[in-house]
């Protein structure tokens, strides 16, 4: 399982810190021996405007590893220029699953595209994202959602569970069990949101989780990023 660092921007910078901290913490993160990098717009996640694509752009040329683009994307359009710009892949918001159609699209885009399951209580819940597509998609059940994926041809899923994301409060566990028991091994999971421990992430490394996305837990050195790697191995 791979352990990849958040680094969350806002306005454009970390969004705990000055600009010019940010790439500090690239460099600082990829000489601890990170393998790949989680990149989130947090404005764009916010408003549905990309104001932060050219600087973490910028980012993903520099880092020497791969870099993901998250923040609500919900278009294929800005998946592709993501990816032309040298992001390794794209994280698509919850409310693509609005149009089956765009699934599809989406398929398309290979190991490039994964789709984002953001659930509360079992229901999907948005957070960024077209807004004709997010009422759509508002509510609709996680696990139909991961079979709806599948069906469209989607080879990955990013697993939140936020009732714990962004409060130390353990990864999506019963979650991960859920879609897995829908979809079996044809697709890629990876999670993200609650790491708190080492042990969270021996949990989500037994069970198959393709990557971690581990922001939080990282900035408070709960642990360091290669105690991480080797709790992953």
């Known amino acids: 399982m791979v352990i990849v660092p958040s680094i969350d921007v806002r306005g454009p910078r970390l969004s705990d810190g000055p600009r010019k901290n940010l790439f500090d913490r690239v460099r600082d993160l990829v000489a601890d021996g990170a393998e790949e990098l989680h990149l989130v717009d947090l404005d764009a996640a916010e408003t549905g405007v990309f104001t932060n694509t050219e600087l973490l752009a910028e980012i993903a040329r520099v880092a020497g590893v791969p870099c993901r683009l998250a923040g609500g994307v919900s278009r294929v359009d800005e998946a592709r220029r993501a990816i032309d710009r040298g992001f390794a892949g794209v994280l698509f918001s919850s409310a693509v699953f609005g149009d089956d159609d765009l699934l599809r699209e989406i398929a398309t885009l290979g190991d490039g595209a994964i789709v984002e399951i953001e659930a509360r209580a079992g229901f999907l819940e948005p957070r960024g994202g077209a807004p004709d597509l997010v009422a759509v998609a508002t509510g609709r059940g996680a696990l139909a959602s991961a079979r709806a994926a599948q069906i469209a041809g989607v080879r990955a899923l990013y697993l939140i569970d ?19 028991g829908v979809v079996g091994r044809r697709l890629a999971l990876h999670a993200g949101g609650g790491v708190r421990d080492l042990d969270d992430i021996r949990a989500l ?22 105690a991480a790697r080797e709790a992953a191995a």
């Open 205 to 226: 490394a037994s069970r198959g989780v393709a990557s971690v996305v581990i922001g939080r837990a990282l900035a408070e050195r709960r642990f360091t990023l290669r």
């Open 162 to 180: 936020l009732t714990s994301e962004g409060h130390l409060a353990g990864p999506p566990l019963a979650l991960v069990d859920s879609v897995r």
